[in-house]
Nanobody, 123 residues
């Protein structure tokens, strides 16, 4: 069983940047990792995912060019770099561990979740 702990969220002005981190304890390097977010009053949605090796990534179409996912298997950490943030990016951001090494886009493909970190973007 893996435990995931997100950090790096906070309050930022529109146009600003944040880097979220997700530290894992337990199995990590053999599994894809993903970031999801849940805006207020909405369902959890896919943000980005990265394969176990780090060579393959996938992003929600609306976030391409602004968000970037990366991982450091030696540190058992996955990152989400967020640039040019907009008020509509306000949400609780969750990292998740995939069931397999390849990139997955749906919540059902992930079997461990962090507690989430709040990102609030002011206009």
């Amino acid at each position: 069983q893996v435990q995931l702990v997100e950090s790096g969220g906070g309050l930022v002005q529109a146009g600003g940047s944040l880097r979220l981190s997700c530290a894992a304890s337990g199995p990590f390097s053999n599994y894809a990792m993903g970031w999801f977010r849940q805006p207020p009053g909405n369902e959890r949605e896919f943000v980005a995912a990265i394969s176990a090796s780090g060579r393959s990534t996938s992003y929600a179409d609306s976030l391409k060019g602004r968000f970037s996912i990366s991982r450091d298997n030696a540190k058992k950490t996955v990152y989400l770099h967020m640039n040019n943030l907009k008020p509509e990016d306000t949400a609780v951001y969750f990292c998740a561990k995939g069931r397999v090494p390849i990139v997955q886009l749906t919540t059902s493909a992930y079997d461990s979740w962090g507690q989430g970190t709040q990102v609030t973007v002011s206009s």
